[in-house]
């Protein structure tokens, strides 16, 4: 009985489900769903009808009683769903109907707009018109919708609207001008406002445009402007008549003006300072152009040589942009045949004659447009012109401005005589300076080159003369840099002795036939190494321009003096060619004189101190040596070493290969001994085979090292003459040092020469160190 009860209960709710539905039913636009629904509810509700009958009939068991429980709780649960939907569908009734009422709201507003209103899409087609629209272009709303402005206005008027909307579709923003629209009864002024109509995801779905019409207030402007204009033109005639009569008056004032000015100038060219003739007349141009309202005031003078016009003086007003071609060197002016010798002037193209073509052709292609030439004229001839003009149009001067202008041209021609007998005593003058310059170099060009020959003359050897002929050579010929170069012999390369300058020449040495001053015996001068014939010997890059003087004394080429400018330096070779060119040539005769001379005293010192077969030293160069060594050890404390050796049976190869075979021994031996000793050393030649050899600070060890290591490198020597091989020799050397073997030459010599003796006596081909001797 409980589980019919149940049964009944929730057949009853699902009937209350349809009821609920019902009712929605009636109400609903989509009622076809809500039917669905309640059908469903009625036959769920006859369901649980014929279970409740079927649980009254019988008894049932529990489990039964949990479906009838489950069945009234579903039933339950849906009628609450039910209830919830019901709620929520009447409040979107609601707002449906309220967002209806408020379209209908707006689109009343707009129908009843008195300004014609249309919206686009972002296509540009009309999606919504009102009837204000549709008036003004004669046309019902079916007609417009779904067209563009194409369809109904002039393709110009089209494109316009077109541009405007585009720009407020990008930019997003409102936009306002005023165009004036072809409609149905013709051109109206319409004050158009487009407005971007934003989407739902923050986009622009089109363009809202709004119109107004303003073509009344368009008239009335124009109107108000035509009546401006008017009375402009009024006040302007007005104007003009009194600006006439105020130009006459300060036309006079400028006359006077001007013709005081010309009395000032011409008053101060009297009573100035000759020197500032330049400056006078470039500022009496500047006061004239000023006056007289110019652009430009040039002074053009004939030049004598060429008979052509240059500006002499110049002046132009600020502002005034540069001709488009220069006035100078013009030899024959159109204005000439013209003029004449009276004032000519153009205000402008129009006032030239029909046959003035090449007057109006020299304006057009020099940028003017009006110009006056006074010409001036001095023991009736035109010297030159007075030019004045301007980069635009102006009235004619009358005769009075003329006369004037003729009398600043006479001041002027005045001026021009006094600057040119200016100028002539400014060249006279500078011509004396010059030549006085020209004297002081020379004076001092010859004080140089006496200081050098001075310093020649005293200098003991050819190294001591080098620094000397570096220096001033480059006082002499400030060029930048140079060198030296010293012939040894015709088939030697030619050294360099000397550089000087920064850089100085990057050539060590050159052969006698790569320069073309050797090879011809005289200067060879290059002005510029790009065409001119340049010397194998130069070294790239080539410098731009240099000399080449060979040192030639007594009909011998000793020598080259080479000059070339610095590099980057602006003075160079060109600028006094020719004082440089007597220069050199006298320094080259110099130095060539004084190293000939201190060649051929070096020749004589070296045969008085030299022995000619073996090139040793002497006896009596090794005896003042040894002697001067001596005083120097004794004031320093330090030891010196005599060295004194023969060759062994040398008088044996004499006698079997003859003299000459001896003589190729001794050169071989002093060939050696200048090879293997030290530079302060002093080897000599003693006398026959005997040889002596001074060491300073060598002691008596160091000394019997060094013989014993000569005489192996002279015993392992190979002797050939004519193809006969006469080794091995050997020497036998004697040692004697100071202090240990006494304090005097003859005491070392003496000492050195009998230990020499000693080796010979045992044997030959040994080193003895002397003993002591008795005095």
């Not at 105020?246 to 008053?267: E, P, T, W």
């Not at 007349?281 to 003078?301: A, K, N």
């Not at 170099?441 to 006496?450: G, I, K, V």
């Not at 060029?479 to 390369?493: E, K, M």
């Amino acid at each position: 009985m409980w589980i019919a009860i149940l049964y009944v209960l929730a057949s009853l709710v699902a009937l209350y489900g349809v009821y609920i539905l019902y009712g929605q039913f009636k109400t609903a636009q989509k009622a076809r769903v809500w039917l669905l629904f309640g059908a469903a509810f009625l036959f769920y509700a006859l369901l649980m009808g014929i279970l409740a009958y079927r649980a009254w009939k019988r008894e049932t068991p529990w489990d039964d009683l949990a479906g009838g429980l489950t069945s009234l709780t579903f039933s339950v649960l849906i009628i609450v769903v039910v209830m919830r939907i019901k709620d929520w569908m009447h409040t979107l009734a609601q707002s449906e109907e309220q967002s209806r009422k408020e379209q209908e709201l707006y689109r009343s507003i707009i129908e009843n707009l008195p300004t014609p209103v249309v919206f686009k899409d972002r296509e540009m087609v009309y999606r919504a018109v009102n009837p204000c629209f549709g008036t003004f272009l004669g046309k019902t709303e079916l007609e417009m919708l779904g067209k563009k402005d194409s369809d109904f206005f002039p393709r110009p008027q089209a494109n316009a609207f077109l541009r405007s909307d585009e720009q407020v579709l990008q930019l997003k923003m409102e936009q306002v001008d005023e165009q004036e629209v072809m409609g149905l009864s013709g051109k109206k002024w319409l004050e158009l406002i487009r407005r971007p109509v934003p989407d739902n995801n923050g986009g622009v779905s089109g363009v809202l445009v709004f119109g107004r019409d303003i073509t009344d207030r368009k008239r009335l402007e124009g109107q108000l402007n035509e009546q401006k204009y008017l009375i402009q033109n009024l006040a302007s005639e007005k104007q003009q008549i009194v600006d006439t009569n105020r130009q006459a008056l300060d036309f006079q004032k400028d006359l006077l003006n001007f013709a005081r000015l010309l009395v000032s100038i011409a008053g101060h060219f009297i009573v100035s300072n000759p020197e500032h003739a330049n400056e006078d007349t470039q500022r009496s141009l500047h006061l004239i152009g000023s006056q007289i309202g110019v652009d430009r005031c040039e002074i053009l003078v004939f030049d004598n040589n060429t008979g052509c016009l240059d500006v002499t003086y110049e002046w132009i007003a600020k502002g005034v942009p540069d001709r488009k071609t220069k006035i100078t060197s013009y030899l024959n002016p159109p204005w000439v045949n013209l003029a004449q010798m009276q004032v000519f002037q153009v205000p402008n193209l129009t006032h030239l004659p029909p046959d003035a073509h090449d007057v109006a052709e020299f304006m057009q292609t020099r940028g003017i447009e009006s110009f006056t030439v006074v010409p001036l004229i001095t023991n009736r001839l035109v010297i030159g012109y007075l030019w004045l003009d301007s980069i635009h149009s102006r009235p004619l001067w009358n005769r009075e401005m003329l006369d004037l202008l003729r009398t600043a041209g006479q001041v002027l021609v005045n001026a021009l005589e006094r600057r040119k007998t200016i100028a002539e005593l400014i060249d006279a003058q500078e011509d004396a300076q010059r030549r006085l310059a020209s004297l002081e170099q020379h004076d001092l060009e010859n004080a140089l080159l006496n200081e050098l020959g001075d310093l020649l003359q005293v200098c003991r050897t050819v190294d001591e003369a080098y620094p000397v002929i570096a220096r001033y050579t480059q006082q002499l010929v400030p060029v930048g840099s140079g060198a030296l170069y010293l012939v040894r012999d015709l088939d030697d390369p030619v050294e360099r002795a000397a550089a000087w300058g920064d850089p100085a020449p990057a050539e060590l040495e050159l052969v006698f036939n790569e320069c073309w001053a050797l090879r011809r015996g005289r200067l060879h001068m290059v002005q510029d190494s790009r065409k001119d014939l340049n010397c194998a010997h130069l070294k790239l890059p080539l410098p731009p321009k240099y000399l080449c003087i060979p040192l030639i004394a007594q009909g011998e080429t000793i020598g080259l003096l080479h000059l070339r400018p610095a590099k980057g330096e602006t003075a160079s070779l060109n600028a006094h060619l020719d004082d440089y060119q007597r220069v050199s040539q006298v320094i080259a005769e110099h130095i060539a004189l004084a190293l000939s001379n201190l060649s051929l005293r070096d020749k004589l010192r070296s045969q008085a101190i030299r022995d000619p077969l073996t090139g040793l030293y002497n006896r009596r160069y090794m005896e003042e040596t040894l002697e001067r060594e001596i005083r120097r050890a004794i004031r320093h404390a330090s030891p010196v070493s005599v060295i004194m050796f023969d060759i062994d049976h040398l008088k044996q190869i004499n006698d079997k290969f003859g003299h000459d075979a001896g003589d190729v021994v001794l050169k071989i031996l002093g060939d050696l001994l200048i090879k293997l000793f030290r530079g302060e050393d002093v080897p000599c030649r003693y006398g026959g085979d005997e040889f002596t050899i001074v060491l300073p600070e060598a002691s008596v060890s160091e000394a019997f090292r060094r013989a014993e290591q000569f005489r192996e490198t002279f015993k392992k020597t190979d002797f050939v003459y004519e193809g006969r091989t006469f080794s091995p020799l050997t020497l036998s050397l004697g040692i004697a040092a100071y202090p240990d073997h006494g304090a005097s030459v003859e005491r070392l010599l003496q000492t050195a020469d009998a230990a020499s003796y000693t080796a010979k006596l045992q044997g030959r081909d040994r080193v003895m160190i002397g003993g002591f001797i008795e005095e």
